[in-house]
């Protein structure tokens, strides 16, 4: 059994920053891309980004130059530094993570509980 658990959530100011962790625990074989989406009330999941397995990241052109996505593959965690914070940054953030538990089973998708984010203007 795989659990994803996120961290790090919280209420800060416009301007301010937040870092997000998620750790990845249970039965791994391996980790292939890990990622971070958000969601409001009323609106479709978003994603905020993704880091391969071999380091490469991506992000959408709204968190572009203020979120840096990273990994320690030692500790199964992913991060989310995020700087200049918006209001409309507010939102459930989700950890997602391509999973293998065995040599022989293709990876799953595993997602966490979420964590709040507020962003106050």
């Known amino acids: 059994q795989v659990q994803l658990v996120e961290s790090g959530g919280g209420l800060v100011q416009a301007g301010g920053s937040l870092r997000l962790s998620c750790e990845a625990s249970g039965s791994i074989y391996s980790i292939n891309a890990m990622a971070w989406y958000r969601q409001t009330p009323g609106k479709r999941r978003e994603w905020v980004a993704t880091?391969?397995?071999?380091?490469?990241?991506s992000y959408p052109d709204s968190v572009k130059g203020r979120f840096t996505i990273s990994r320690d593959n030692a500790k199964n965690t992913v991060y989310l530094q995020m700087n200049s914070l918006k209001p409309e940054d507010t939102g459930v953030y989700y950890c997602?993570?391509?999973?293998?538990?065995?040599?022989?089973?293709?990876?799953?998708?595993?997602w966490g509980q979420g964590t709040q984010v507020t962003v106050s203007s």
């Open positions: 997602y993570a391509k999973i293998a538990t065995s040599r022989w089973e293709y990876p799953d998708d595993y």
């Open positions: 880091i391969q397995i071999g380091g490469t990241r």
